[in-house]
T-cell receptor, first 117, second 113 residues
């Protein structure tokens, strides 16, 4: 079946602009995760949804970052007033559910490379 | 908090050499442990996993054993190939309500023919 998909694959924007990054999880997966991977680093957790609600948003760096998942499937990560330091690859993952292995195994999408000029 | 310490790279080996990439972790409870691989130009893929102590994960000739006594999950392969050139990430997942994966910084592996 189809894996996690993310659009766009690349996004170039100017400092101060607003961007939206989209994630389509694997069908039937109730849990969805966003991570950010800076150059030369491992992915860092941003936010996790169980269904429609954000169960843990402790990784969002500041209030310019916001994410939604209104129908419990597709999610959008929104970044306001982008800064050059926001440049990174934004990864989305989904899992069947949360809590107990193996159902909480996370499957990753290809990522969106965001460049802020 | 949770953390993963991974062997720094880059690592360069000749084809058919033996590979070890060290990974140690700090976490409370009983996390699941993972190795992810990122091939050039591709997304993050799960390579192998272990969900409890003494479990051995294996895939594509790679192995790693979950050692609770040494809090380690070292990645090994007996004979590497050029196609194994990639960046390898060790990661842990706390389970049961703390769902964020914590990753190491990654180890870039290059295999020379």
């Amino acid at each position: 079946g189809a894996g996690v998909s993310q659009t766009p694959s690349n996004k170039v924007t100017e400092k101060g602009k607003y961007v939206e990054l989209r994630c389509d999880p694997i069908s039937g997966h109730t849990a969805l995760y966003w991570y950010r991977q800076s150059l030369g680093q491992g992915p860092e957790f941003l936010i996790y949804f169980q269904g429609t609600g954000a169960a843990d948003d402790s990784g969002l760096p500041n209030d310019r970052f916001f994410a939604v998942r209104p129908e419990g499937s597709v999610s959008t990560l929104k970044i306001q007033r982008t800064e050059r330091g926001d440049s990174a690859v934004y990864l989305c993952a989904s899992s069947l559910t949360s809590g107990r292995p193996p159902n909480n195994e996370q499957f990753f999408g290809p990522g969106t490379r965001l460049t802020v000029l | 908090g949770n953390s993963v310490t991974q062997m720094e790279g880059p690592v360069t080996l000749s084809e058919e050499a033996f590979l070890t990439i060290n990974c140690t972790y700090t976490a409370t409870g009983y996390p699941s442990l993972f190795w992810y691989v990122q091939y050039p130009g591709e997304g993050l893929q799960l390579l192998l996993k272990a969900t409890k102590a003494d479990d051995k994960g294996s895939n594509k000739g790679f192995e790693a054993t979950y050692r609770k006594e040494t809090t380690s999950f070292h990645l090994e392969k007996g004979s590497v190939q050029v196609s194994d050139s990639a960046v390898y990430f060790c990661a842990l997942l706390r389970n049961f309500g703390n769902e964020k994966l914590t990753f190491g910084t990654g180890t870039r592996l290059t295999i020379i023919p």
